[in-house]
């Protein structure tokens, strides 16, 4: 069956420094998400991407976000300036149109 | 206002029992989906109902929805140990927006 699949699975790195997070959505879906879990709290929305490009945002997704789609299997996530509150899981998800949204497995970043 | 709050916060059964778990929204949806989520794991996709129909089955689990109250439940029969997780309940809010809105779960523990 096909999956999301998300690297790395862990990523420890310095405030201030740059992450990116990559995933591979299921090849024949055309919307693309990331989520954020901070620990002990809901998962939060970020980013949807359609069509290459943004198509809706959150407050948290800030200048410090960015996504891409490099090429015709990834899709990655930026932040360009870590802090402390940027600890969480972050999760890739895609689906077809207003239907299932299928999840990755989950990044856990820890900024220290 | 919180979209998606489930209830109990907490459950914990024995094995073989039934347990029931609830979702409140506030919005207008286009669909619903119930998650689980395996401690400190990725999300995995349970069941997706419409906002036109009224109650879904898959295997051991079954899903009503009734829009007039704005609520859903998520029904394990005879659960087993393995569907120790935390459950959430997440809406496609009507209207053409893309972003899942969780709730903060319900952690079910299945005692052997």
């Known amino acids: 069956e096909p999956e999301v699949t998300q690297t790395p699975s862990h990523q420890v790195t310095q405030m201030g420094q740059e992450v990116i997070l990559r995933c591979v959505p299921i090849s024949n879906h055309l919307y693309f998400y990331w989520y954020r879990q901070i620990l002990g709290q809901k998962v939060e929305f970020l980013v949807s991407f359609y069509n290459n490009e943004i198509s809706e945002k959150s407050e948290i997704f800030d200048d410090q976000f960015s996504v891409e789609r490099p090429d015709g299997s990834n899709f990655t996530l930026k932040i360009r300036s870590t802090k402390l509150e940027d600890s969480a899981m972050y999760f890739c998800a895609s689906s077809t149109v207003f239907e299932t949204q299928y999840f990755g497995p989950g990044t856990r970043l820890l900024v220290l | 206002s919180q979209q998606g709050e489930e209830d109990p916060q907490a459950l914990s059964i024995q094995e073989g029992e039934n347990a029931t778990m609830n979702c409140s929204y506030k919005t207008s949806i286009n669909n619903l989906q119930w998650y689980r989520q395996n401690s400190g794991r990725g999300l995995v996709h349970l069941i997706l109902?419409?906002?036109?129909?009224r109650e879904k089955h898959s295997g051991r689990l079954r899903v009503t929805l009734d829009t007039s109250k704005k609520s859903s439940s998520l029904l394990i029969t005879a659960s087993r140990a393995a569907d120790t997780a935390s459950y959430f309940c997440?809406?496609?809010?009507?209207?053409?927006?893309?972003?899942?809105?969780f709730g903060k779960g319900t952690k079910l523990t299945v005692n052997p």
């Open positions: 109902i419409r906002s036109n129909e």
């Open positions: 997440a809406t496609l809010t009507q209207g053409g927006s893309e972003k899942l809105v």
